[in-house]
């Protein structure tokens, strides 16, 4: 059974960081693609950036240039979330997510579900 586990989350003023991390166990070749999602209020669930296990990354154009997704270089089931110039409209939970195959940012493809952290950026 694989889990995910974020942490990272918090509350910071528009034009700061935050890191979110996830560790995800239980994990065969079922989490050859991690990603990172996000939900909020009354919204649809959104993909932010995926990262395939040789490392190609995916952004959506409203983080690219502001988010940077990677893998743990010791721990490949490892996956942080760096965010910078955060902006209200990043307001949100964001969850961590994995999946086998196809490593694009549609959450229908993604398997496996962290539980959430929040991210409140105000302005």
């Known amino acids: 059974q694989v889990q995910l586990v974020e942490s990272g989350g918090g509350s910071v003023q528009a034009g700061g960081s935050l890191r979110l991390s996830c560790v995800a166990s239980?994990?065969?070749?079922?989490?050859?693609?991690l990603g990172w999602f996000r939900q909020a209020p009354g919204k649809e669930r959104e993909g932010v950036a995926t990262i395939y296990v040789g490392d190609y990354e995916r952004y959506d154009e409203s983080v690219r240039g502001r988010f940077t997704i990677s893998r743990d270089i010791a721990n490949k089931n490892a996956v942080y979330l760096q965010m910078t110039n955060l902006k209200p409209e990043d307001t949100a939970m964001y969850y961590c997510?994995?999946?086998?195959?196809?490593?694009?940012?549609?959450?229908?493809?993604?398997?496996?579900w962290g539980r959430g952290t929040q991210v409140t950026v105000s302005s």
């Open positions: 239980g994990c065969t070749y079922n989490c050859d693609c």
């Open positions: 997510a994995a999946t086998s195959g196809i490593c694009l940012l549609n959450s229908r493809d993604f398997r496996f």
